[in-house]
């Protein structure tokens, strides 16, 4: 019988928590390019989502970290991602927007919750039959470990939740061959209002969206209970302390910023964007004007199955290796990686007859991506 430590079972637990809401989420951000193709509805909420989460990155985490703890700002910050997904239920300007801003708003509190929480476990683990000499390294490398299990379950989240919106989305009834003159759009520079009118971009039937965000909401109220009731509460007493503290929210955000003077956060900040660039390039320029122009909707889920099932399992090995091989190799070989698809995508014009491709891309890139977000997560966490 396998036993499984009090810190691991709380890894594991988070690591649970956010598969189940980014099943929802993820499988969502996929479609919206393609889902909300009118008037560019769906890249102006996606644009609205990490906008608002700038904003909320530099304001709100300290502060409903320190009033509420980690496992509570985790629990409230998953509410308002299911907003979104209600959203959807009947998308137009005056639902997506604003539960966009909301999705967007609770994203900085979400991951910096998530990312302290797996950092106090690492150090809690660290502290187990060590001398306080040894704490801070063995610490450390807890923490690449915990992330490389955390993103090697996280990213299989696009396993589910492109696998469901597949599975989904193929019982529609109207999905028709695409003309060969209408592949004339896909690939680079395609303008909307011709990809719309091509008929590559046709909507599936309502029902079937409403079937897939029933299914998206419910994942969404898993994560919620899942950590609410299973999840340890670490730092309960910290946040007890502050909120009898009377710290004002100005001096808690001049603290935060304060950090930007730190010399290895400065280097890691053009890497995040690059990071969030490389991602939101995939979910919305290639899911549309490559998958759904030349295959359809129904196959956007199916291509990024293989980003996810190769983010998962690369960000699991990567955070493995990492101490053997050093963080500057990994991030040589992601960039390396990406550069190759960013050249190639430049001069394929997708077709259907070029079917191993579309799902090539996505592996490769998820190969890479499981390099920027365990590593980059890994080392901006502070010396322990």
Known sequence: ???IGRNMKNVLVVSFGFVCLFTAYGGLQNLQSSLNAEQGLGVASLSVIYAA????????????????????????SMA?????????????????IPTSAVLGLAGGPLWS???????????????????????SGRAEDLLTQYFGIFFAMFQS??????????????????????????LQYCGIGPCADEFIQSGNGTRPEQKLVYTLMGCYIGMGLVAIA????????????????????????????????????????????????????????????????YV?????????????ICFG?????????????????????LFALAALTNFCCIMGLLFWRPHPDHFAVFFLVPGLWGMADGVWQTQINGEAQPDT
């Not at 956060?265 to 053009?270: A, E, F, G, K, V």
């Not at 295959?295 to 990024?304: A, E, N, R, V, W």
């Open 1 to 3: 019988m396998i036993v």
């Open 53 to 76: 989460l700038i904003l909320s990155a530099i304001l709100f985490p300290p502060l409903l970290i320190k009033t509420l703890g980690c496992k509570w700002t985790i629990v409230a």
């Open 80 to 96: 308002c991602y299911v907003t979104y997904s209600c959203g959807n239920l009947y998308s137009g300007w005056e639902t997506l």
């Open 113 to 135: 919750a998530k990312c302290t929480y797996l950092a106090l476990t690492a150090q809690r683990q660290a502290q187990k039959g060590n001398s306080s000499s040894s704490v």
């Open 157 to 182: 989240s696009a396993i589910w939740g492109n696998l469901l919106s597949s599975a989904i989305f193929s019982q529609d009834t109207h999905i028709a061959d695409i003309p060969e003159e209408a």
């Open 226 to 289: 899942s950590v609410a009731f299973f999840l340890d509460d670490l730092d309960g007493g910290v946040a007890k302390e502050f909120r009898g503290s009377g710290e004002s929210l100005r001096s808690i955000v001049m603290a935060t910023t304060r950090l930007l003077g730190d010399r290895k956060l400065q280097l890691l900040i053009p890497m995040t964007i690059y990071s969030g660039l490389e991602q939101s390039y995939l979910w919305a320029e290639f899911t549309k004007n």
């Open 292 to 304: 759904t122009c030349a295959l359809g909707i129904h196959f956007i889920g199916y291509s990024m």
């Open 309 to 329: 099932a190769c983010d998962s399992v690369f960000s699991f090995v990567f955070g493995k290796i990492a101490p053997l091989t050093g963080r500057m190799a």
